[in-house]
């Protein structure tokens, strides 16, 4: 299980950033879990942006629920089902260690991939069972060699499972490759690739 946290402001490039950890999981069904309050707020996915990511919308299943505590019910159930390659659950509060327990043995048993959005985050980080986490912002992005513009991801490593120290690293999204690469010429060490992200 996997946490991102958004960087006041920055909400819409931690969505991408999650999707882009959902693609590099699986090839399969992503099903993406918010509330009506934050389709409101931070408006719905959009088809042509998710393309440009390289993300077929047709993959993409959206469930849109009042309450966090529908939606986490909504995640628990989804991620119980391994015919699903990727959970998105968006909440707008932390959750606690027991939610986040129950959500990681689901995952577990189906392996299936959860990923936590937290798209208003704040100061305050709780503790829960997430293995890696990550708070994550815009940064200034140029055009590549075939002048399209690749999202570039300003990315602090808060949390991994061999305790690494917190680690912060400018990636861009190669939505041609399907995967994270550096923006600078330093080691890629906060974002896994496909192999990483599997185990």
Known sequence: MFEVLAVPGHRSFATSFALGLAMLRS???????????????A???YGSGLMRLGLDPARLI??????????????????????VGVVIIEIETPIDLT??????????????AVILLRATCGSVVLPNAAQMRWRVGAASSYPCLDHRWQPTFDVTLLKHPDGL??????IEWDHERLQF?????????AVPDGRSMAA
């Open 62 to 83: 959206i469930a849109r629920l009042r309450t966090q505590l529908d939606i986490l019910r909504a995640g628990h159930e989804a991620t119980r089902c391994s015919a």
């Open 27 to 41: 090839q399969g069904v992503i099903i993406y879990i918010r509330s009506d309050l934050a389709a409101m707020e």
């Open 99 to 112: 939610a986040s327990r129950r959500l990681k043995l689901a995952a577990e048993a189906s392996g299936v």
């Open 165 to 170: 120290l917190e680690r912060r690293q400018l």
């Open 43 to 45: 408006g719905e996915l």
């Open 181 to 189: 690469i550096t923006a600078v010429s330093q080691p890629l060490a």
